[in-house]
């Protein structure tokens, strides 16, 4: 784990960390336990027969692992959630507000690849977000 991601953990946070899949990208989303809590709620308020849900819950909450960041900034990823998001090699790790994501370099540098993207729209939608 990168020094500022570790700092902000150990400052604000508990050791201990869920890692698990992302729904749609190719990467793992590590949350501080504290963050995790709070996703775990909204999951419990959403209507359970939603299939949208089930399929959020089917994949994220079920491939839900706990890990513990140790005081070198070290997780142990399992086997399963490194196979399923293909981290091997080098990877980025990136600070995204309440979570971490941990992506192949390869999966990482491609969705943010701005040569296929209209930059314009993109750059409307984020002022009308007031961004």
Known sequence: ????????IFDHYNTKLMITNALFDSCLHIYPQEEWNVLEEKVRSLP???PD?????????????ECDLDRQ??????????????INGDIVIVGQLEKIELW???AWDSVTD?????QQAVEGKLAGYGL
């Open 114 to 118: 701005l040569s296929g993207v209209d």
């Open 73 to 86: 900034g070290r997780i142990l990823v399992p086997a399963a959630l490194r196979e399923d998001a293909d």
């Open 48 to 50: 359970r027969m939603d």
């Open 104 to 106: 192949n370099r390869k």
């Open 1 to 8: 784990m990168p020094s500022p991601l570790r700092k902000i």
């Open 53 to 65: 849900v089930k399929l959020f819950k089917r994949k994220v909450i079920a491939s839900a692992t």
